[in-house]
Structures are given as structure tokens and as C-alpha cells.
């Protein structure tokens, strides 16, 4: 095991620190020439370029639950689980051509603003609240926990006293980019989005580096590839077959984490809709800009998305077949006495030469501190101008509303530090990844059924929309937690399988994907009792989702880019 960081290394991993920090604090100063408002904390409104948001959007979305529990799944699931990437980027074209029009002519800042346009201020508020404890609870939990978890294996120590050291590290840096607002956080991201994929394509050709000498192949990446394909093909197929009585219990459960094509039919898309569409923590990048900035920024941003899984899931393949070759045993079981597919970046990153391992390390860095910037930047605007300027202080001046946004990303911070200090949530347990998806799909069906009705459907209701998000919660907990109990492995809409505990579930995107259509079914259904359109419709113009030339043609490219990857690799 080779883990621990030279001087050298250290060196690399100083330079980046001091040169985020460095230009973040530029940038902060820059703005300093007249008083920060609200406006420019929140949003950077009108200052961000489209590659600034694209940027941006990577950054804070390749978090620690990408880089360590999306290499997990790639040692546990290959290249399925870039389906999570691929689906993005097809559903960042739809966000750009249809949701921004929308939310850039509503003038809003957060997504309970447009709900509360749409519909009214109690789901409003409902909404808000429950956003605040997803993303305190669920997502900076799970980034904190992972990167500290991944660091803490790559520096070599094993000591629960350096895990929080580096967990409490973390925390600071992210805090120190968050309280210059949006405009710091889009900025530096700029930075850490060229540092995580420098690090991360390094650390990618690397580890086929070092498959091809572990096989006595010699020192070649394309050697390497070609080994993984070989000697894990069933880790290169995107569409996995349903699995019948015969199958091996790993099998079962790679299935019930991706479900081979019904996964298509609306648990991906609504997983995808939610987190790319409705979701504050991506959107916010882009509600400051102008229409065609806002629109080309996302554009690039799905452009970027098709490269992710090189730097993703290549090093969890990797690492699989170093693992079942005999290397990496110690690596894969650090912190326990199992194999834990989440080790399995920072297992790939202890064989980097130095200033290479610094690099990585940098990399990695940013990505979680991008993440918490990002998430912590959203949980403060959400806060700040939906309760404490509405039901808390009406009166609250400019300078005033951002100390509270410092401050709310101050005790989130906080509160995540606590639930993530003995893992309180047991993110350890269930792979970073999956948790996050599963958890988050419990809500994601009724989101995406009140936005997508709510935008295109003149007809839908307030009453329709609360009975929608209360019923995609309670349709998802029926699927994921009780329809196996009550109505047996085989019914109409799903079959179930045991899973590791010998329990029956049914795959959490399929749960997604009928929780969803219920959802809609409700919704119609409720609002076909009130009027013909609803006094708070949206008035669509025509032409407004029309896009200039050159969008529509990187739309093609990228249209036929995932294309020929899903026939490669189907």
C-alpha cells in the first residue's frame, strides 16, 4: 500500500489551494467597490458568463458522491451507472431549450419562487423547508462524509482523529468560497472544474497505466483499456437483463441499483429532471444570466458531461480488475475488513507517482468544495429570501440579507459536520451514490410532476399540486418500502428481488418511474374539478423556446455523440 504524500506533492496541493483561494479573494475584493445586495450574493446576477455556468454546474455536480461513490458503483456495476451522466446531458438539452424561458421571464431567484408564482405561498413554503433539510441532511452529509472518507484513505492514515481533521478541513474551505456569494463560488469553480479534470483524466490514463503493468503489458493506456475490456466485459454493458432464478446474488443487486431498460421508461428521466431542472442547488448558475448566456452555459455544461465517465467510473473498472487480479486487497478494505466499493478511487489514487498524487488530490479537493460551495450558496438563498425575507423580516434591508445568508451557510455547515461526524445517517452502509439517489428519489417524482404540469398544463391546480407532492412521497414509500410485503415479488407494474439482506425490493428507478406517472394521474385528475385554465397558468409565447443556430447545432453533436456511445457500449 503506498499511500502517504510527499513534499512534492504537498507542494501541488498548496499551489491549488492558495490559487483557488487567492482568486476567489480577487474576485471578492472586485466587488467590493460598491455594497454587496442581494442580487449579487445570491445570483452574481448578470456577471457570470456561459462557461462560467457551465463550469460551474460540472463543478458543484461532480461531488464526492461522483468521484468516490460513482467509481464505487463502476467497481461494483462498470458502465452502466454512466447512464446517471449520459441521461444528464440529454436532459441538460431539455432544460435549456424549455425550463430556462420559463424561469428567466418569471424573474425569479429560487425554485419556491416559481412555485409560489404558479401555484401559491403555502406549497411554497412547504417546499422550501423540505429542500432545506435534503440538502442539509442528505447531500452535504453525504459530500462531507465521502471526501473526508476518500482523503483520509489517500494521505494513509487510518485514525478516526484525522478523519475529522480533514472532515472539519473541508467544512472551512468550502465556508471561505461560500461567503463571497454566487459570484465566487461561479467563478472559482472556473478553476476547480479544469483542476478536476486535469486530476481526473491524469488519474484515469493512470490507472490503465497501471492495469497494463500489472498484466505485463508494459507502460500503455491503451493496452490497459483493452485489458479491462477483456477481463471484465460484463462491466461494459449499458443495458442489463433481467434477472432470472439462476442469477448470482451480485447480479441481482446491480440490477436492482440500474434495472436494465425499464429504467428508461421514467425512473432516469424523472431522477435527471429533478436534480437538473427543479433543483436550486444546479439552477441557480444559471437564473442570473440573460437567455442565450443561460442557455449556451448549459449546453456546455452537457458537452462536459459526456467526458465524466473517463474520470468517474474508468478508475472503479479499473480498480476491479486490479482487485480481482490480487492488487489492491488492502487498499479495497480500508477502514473495515470488507471490500468496499467506495475505496476504490482512492485505492487507484495510493499508486500515482508524486506530484501526480498531489494533483489527484487537488482534484478531488475541488470537487468536494465545489459541491459544498454550491449546495451550502443554495441552502442560504432558499433560506434567506423565501422564510427569513418573507415570514421572518419583510423589512430586512440589502446589507442585512446577506449577513443572513453568511450565516445560514455558516450553521449548515455545521449541522452537516454533526450528522457526518460518527455518520449518523449511515452513508458508510449503502454506497455513497445509491443512497443519495435512492433517498432523493423519494421526493423527486412529485417535484418533477408539479413542475413539468405546473409549466405545460394551463389547467393544473395549487390543490392538485399539494395532493401531487404528498402523493409522489407516499406512491414512492408504497413501491420502495411496502408493495413487496403486501402484494408479493410479481405484480403488474413491478417484479421484486431479494437483495443483499435476503428482503424483497423492487429497483428504486422503478419505483421512480410508476410513483411519478400516479403522481401525474392524481394531479390531472384533481385539477379536471377546477377551471378550463387556471388563473395562475403560465402564458407560453410563441417562439419563446425558438434557439439560435449555432445552440441547435451543438444540440445535434451532442445528440449523436451519446448516440454512437450507447450503440458501442449497449
Given at each position: 500500500?503506498?499511500?502517504?504524500?510527499?513534499?512534492?506533492?504537498?507542494?501541488?496541493?498548496?499551489?491549488?489551494?492558495?490559487g483557488?483561494?487567492?482568486?476567489?479573494?480577487?474576485i471578492?475584493?472586485?466587488?467590493?467597490?460598491?455594497?454587496?445586495?442581494?442580487k449579487?450574493?445570491?445570483?452574481?446576477?448578470?456577471s457570470?458568463?456561459?462557461?462560467?455556468?457551465?463550469a460551474?454546474?460540472i463543478?458543484?455536480?461532480?461531488?464526492?458522491?461522483?468521484?468516490?461513490?460513482?467509481?464505487?458503483?463502476?467497481?461494483?456495476?462498470?458502465?452502466?451507472?454512466?447512464?446517471?451522466?449520459?441521461?444528464?446531458a440529454?436532459?441538460?438539452?431539455?432544460?435549456?431549450?424549455?425550463?430556462m424561458?420559463?424561469?428567466?421571464r418569471?424573474?425569479?431567484?429560487?425554485?419556491?419562487?416559481?412555485?409560489?408564482?404558479?401555484?401559491?405561498a403555502?406549497?411554497?413554503?412547504?417546499m422550501?423547508?423540505?429542500?432545506l433539510?435534503?440538502?442539509?441532511?442528505?447531500?452535504?452529509?453525504?459530500?462531507?462524509?465521502?471526501?473526508?472518507?476518500?482523503?483520509?484513505?489517500?494521505?494513509?492514515?487510518?485514525?478516526?482523529?484525522?478523519?475529522?481533521?480533514?472532515?472539519?478541513?473541508?467544512?472551512?474551505?468550502?465556508?471561505?468560497?461560500?461567503?463571497?456569494?454566487?459570484?465566487?463560488?461561479?467563478y472559482?469553480?472556473?478553476i476547480?472544474?479544469?483542476v478536476?479534470?486535469?486530476?481526473?483524466?491524469?488519474?484515469?490514463y493512470?490507472?490503465?497505466?497501471?492495469v497494463?503493468?500489472?498484466?505485463?503489458?508494459?507502460?500503455?493506456?491503451?493496452?490497459?483499456f483493452?485489458?479491462?475490456?477483456?477481463s471484465?466485459?460484463?462491466?461494459?454493458?449499458?443495458?442489463?437483463?433481467?434477472?432470472?432464478?439462476?442469477?448470482?446474488?451480485?447480479?441481482?443487486?446491480k440490477?436492482?441499483?440500474?434495472?436494465?431498460?425499464?429504467?428508461y421508461?421514467?425512473?432516469?428521466?424523472?431522477?435527471?429532471l429533478?436534480?437538473?431542472?427543479?433543483?436550486?442547488?444546479?439552477?441557480q448558475?444559471?437564473?442570473?444570466?440573460n437567455?442565450?448566456?443561460?442557455?449556451?452555459?448549459?449546453?456546455?455544461?452537457?458537452?462536459?458531461?459526456l467526458?465524466?465517465?473517463?474520470?468517474?467510473?474508468?478508475?472503479?473498472?479499473?480498480?476491479?480488475?486490479?482487485?480481482?487480479?490480487?492488487s489492491?486487497?488492502?487498499?479495497?478494505?480500508?477502514?473495515?475488513?470488507?471490500?468496499?466499493?467506495?475505496?476504490?478511487?482512492?485505492?487507484?489514487?495510493?499508486?500515482?507517482?508524486?506530484?501526480?498524487?498531489?494533483?489527484?488530490?487537488?482534484?478531488?479537493?475541488?470537487?468536494?468544495?465545489?459541491?459544498?460551495?454550491?449546495?451550502?450558496?443554495?441552502i442560504?438563498t432558499?433560506?434567506?429570501?423565501?422564510?427569513?425575507?418573507?415570514?421572518?423580516?419583510p423589512?430586512?434591508?440589502e446589507?442585512?440579507?446577506?449577513?443572513?445568508?453568511?450565516?445560514?451557510?455558516l450553521?449548515a455547515?455545521?449541522?452537516?459536520?454533526?450528522?457526518?461526524?460518527?455518520?449518523?445517517?449511515?452513508?458508510?452502509?449503502?454506497?455513497?451514490?445509491?443512497?443519495v439517489?435512492?433517498y432523493t428519489g423519494?421526493?423527486?417524482?412529485g417535484?418533477?410532476?408539479?413542475?413539468?404540469?405546473?409549466?405545460?398544463?394551463?389547467?393544473t391546480?395549487?390543490?392538485?399540486?399539494?395532493?401531487?407532492?404528498?402523493?409522489?412521497?407516499?406512491?414512492?414509500?408504497?413501491?420502495?418500502?411496502?408493495?413487496?410485503?403486501l402484494?408479493?415479488?410479481?405484480?403488474?407494474?413491478?417484479t421484486?428481488?431479494?437483495?443483499?439482506?435476503?428482503?424483497?425490493?423492487?429497483?428504486?428507478?422503478?419505483?421512480m418511474?410508476?410513483?411519478?406517472?400516479?403522481?401525474?394521474a392524481?394531479?390531472?385528475?384533481?385539477?379536471?374539478?377546477?377551471p378550463?385554465v387556471?388563473?395562475k397558468?403560465?402564458?407560453?409565447?410563441?417562439?419563446?423556446?425558438?434557439?439560435?443556430?449555432?445552440?441547435?447545432?451543438?444540440?445535434?453533436?451532442?445528440?449523436?455523440?451519446?448516440s454512437?456511445l450507447?450503440?458501442k457500449?449497449?
Open positions: 500500500m503506498r499511500n502517504g504524500l510527499t513534499t512534492f506533492d504537498l507542494l501541488v496541493f498548496l499551489f491549488y489551494l492558495l483557488v483561494s487567492g482568486y476567489g479573494y480577487y471578492y475584493k472586485r466587488k467590493q467597490s460598491k455594497e454587496l445586495d442581494s449579487d450574493y445570491f445570483l452574481a446576477e448578470g457570470l458568463t456561459w462557461w462560467a455556468i457551465g460551474s454546474m463543478a458543484s455536480n461532480i461531488s464526492a458522491e461522483q468521484f468516490i461513490g460513482t467509481s464505487g458503483a463502476g467497481f461494483t456495476q462498470g458502465l452502466a451507472v454512466a447512464a446517471y451522466e449520459w441521461v444528464a440529454i436532459v441538460l438539452l431539455f432544460v435549456a431549450v424549455f425550463f424561458p420559463i424561469y428567466l418569471q424573474k425569479i431567484y429560487t425554485m419556491p419562487q416559481f412555485l409560489e408564482q404558479r401555484y401559491n403555502t406549497l411554497s413554503l412547504i422550501s423547508i423540505f429542500w433539510f435534503l440538502y442539509v441532511a442528505v447531500n452535504l452529509t453525504v459530500i462531507l462524509y465521502l471526501g473526508a472518507l476518500a482523503i483520509n484513505n489517500l494521505v494513509g492514515s487510518a485514525d478516526g482523529g484525522s478523519f475529522h481533521l480533514i472532515l472539519v478541513g473541508l467544512a472551512v474551505f468550502a465556508l471561505i468560497i461560500t461567503l463571497g456569494g454566487m459570484k465566487v463560488v461561479g472559482t469553480d472556473v476547480q472544474v479544469a478536476l479534470l486535469l486530476g481526473g483524466l491524469a488519474t484515469s493512470l490507472a490503465l497505466t497501471l497494463s503493468e500489472k498484466f505485463g503489458l508494459g507502460h500503455s493506456a491503451i493496452a490497459g483493452q485489458t479491462l475490456l477483456h471484465a466485459d460484463d462491466h461494459f454493458h449499458m443495458i442489463f437483463a433481467k434477472p432470472t432464478p439462476n442469477s448470482s446474488q451480485e447480479y441481482v443487486s440490477y436492482l441499483a440500474l434495472p436494465g431498460l425499464v429504467m421508461a421514467g425512473g432516469q428521466w424523472v431522477a435527471n429533478n436534480y437538473w431542472g427543479c433543483n436550486q442547488y444546479i439552477t448558475r444559471a437564473l442570473g444570466a437567455l442565450n448566456t443561460a442557455r449556451t452555459g448549459i449546453l456546455f455544461a452537457a458537452l462536459l458531461k467526458i465524466m465517465p473517463l474520470v468517474v467510473v474508468l478508475p472503479g473498472i479499473a480498480a476491479y480488475v486490479l482487485h480481482q487480479n490480487g489492491l486487497q488492502a487498499e479495497m478494505s480500508a477502514g473495515g475488513a470488507g471490500v468496499n466499493p467506495d475505496n476504490a478511487y482512492s485505492a487507484i489514487l495510493t499508486f500515482l507517482p508524486n506530484g501526480l498524487k498531489g494533483l489527484s488530490l487537488a482534484a478531488l479537493t475541488a470537487a468536494i468544495v465545489a459541491s459544498l460551495a454550491g449546495k451550502a450558496n443554495s442560504s432558499i433560506f434567506t429570501l423565501d422564510i427569513y425575507r418573507r415570514y421572518l423580516n423589512q430586512a434591508t446589507a442585512k440579507l446577506v449577513w443572513v445568508g453568511r450565516l445560514t451557510v450553521l455547515m455545521l449541522l452537516a459536520i454533526s450528522f457526518t461526524w460518527e455518520d449518523l445517517l449511515g452513508v458508510g452502509g449503502n454506497g455513497g451514490f445509491t443512497f439517489q435512492k423519494y421526493i423527486s417524482p417535484i418533477v410532476a408539479v413542475f413539468l404540469l405546473g409549466m405545460f398544463w394551463k389547467r391546480t395549487a390543490t392538485a399540486a399539494v395532493a401531487g407532492m404528498l402523493g409522489g412521497f407516499g406512491f414512492s414509500l408504497f413501491f420502495n418500502d411496502l408493495a413487496p410485503r402484494l408479493g415479488a410479481e405484480t403488474i407494474f413491478y421484486a428481488f431479494r437483495n443483499a439482506k435476503g428482503m424483497l425490493e423492487v429497483p428504486f428507478l422503478v419505483s418511474g410508476w410513483s411519478f406517472f400516479l403522481t401525474v392524481l394531479m390531472a385528475l384533481i385539477s379536471l374539478t377546477g378550463a387556471n388563473p397558468a403560465l402564458h407560453l409565447e410563441k417562439g419563446m423556446f425558438r434557439v439560435a443556430p449555432r445552440q441547435l447545432a451543438l444540440i445535434t453533436v451532442i445528440l449523436l455523440l451519446i454512437a450507447y450503440v457500449f449497449w
